[in-house]
């Protein structure tokens, strides 16, 4: 029966998920078209439908975000941890802001639209020689008065540590008059339930869909950011790098032990099937 009422919520969620979509996805259309008369109407127009969206699936899904610290203002440029998919909206209720995401999700159904909407820039991890344009498109969007965010990790933590930050994209941030803003992410699943590092981290090659389904399960998650109190500079972008991860380590709150995580990598590399079939049972603790 609990299972039954599981997926009975699941099923609503992404009812309400797709009609909130459509809605936002209009607005930040027409948004968008105004574009050719006033940029910066465009920019607002997209921001406010970005933001009606994330606190929406906020809510659709249960995720209950807690904040401290003050929350900058555009234009910024801000650095956080990368723990989910669910980061950008839960950064969205806060900040009115367009990410820069791995290329992969520009090809993903629904989302990849509604990313491309809201003027997400796209970067291939795997390659340099597009990093000139994405920087320009960076200095584009803090010129039109957009905050603009990265996840200088370069990949997903399963949340027993804020991994090391990649320095190329915070090249454009050295000597910045307003500096580098930074958040930290952390979440906490109900106890009894699958756990946060399985059902909400999306890590380890995870398959999407099982974990999303592990997600929408959940009856709440609870998501913090923190905002740190002050802009980091620095004209050394190695030493930027380093101070910027310093600053969002220090108030990472761990979820899972590093210990567990890299048994889990070993089974997984001696059993490639070992995390899709943990999301499939994920009361079978691995004992």
Known sequence: MKRFYRSLRAALRLVAVALVTLFSYSIALAARACGIFSRRFAVRGQGWAYQVWSK?????FGVRV?????APKPPFFLVSNHLSYID??????QLPCVFVAKAEIDGWPIFGAICRSVNTIFIDRKTKRKLPQILARIEESLGAGQGVVIFPEGTSGAGDCVMPFRSPLLELAMGSEGGVHHATISYRAPAGETPTHLAVSWWGDMPLGAHLREFLWLPYVEASIHFGDAPVTGDDRKALTADLHREVAARFEPFVETVEVQRLLRLKAEDPQLLPRVLRSPHDRFK
């Open 56 to 60: 929406a699936l906020c809510r659709i």
């Open 88 to 93: 950008i909206f839960v950064l969205g209720t």
């Open 66 to 70: 807690s904040v401290r610290g003050p």
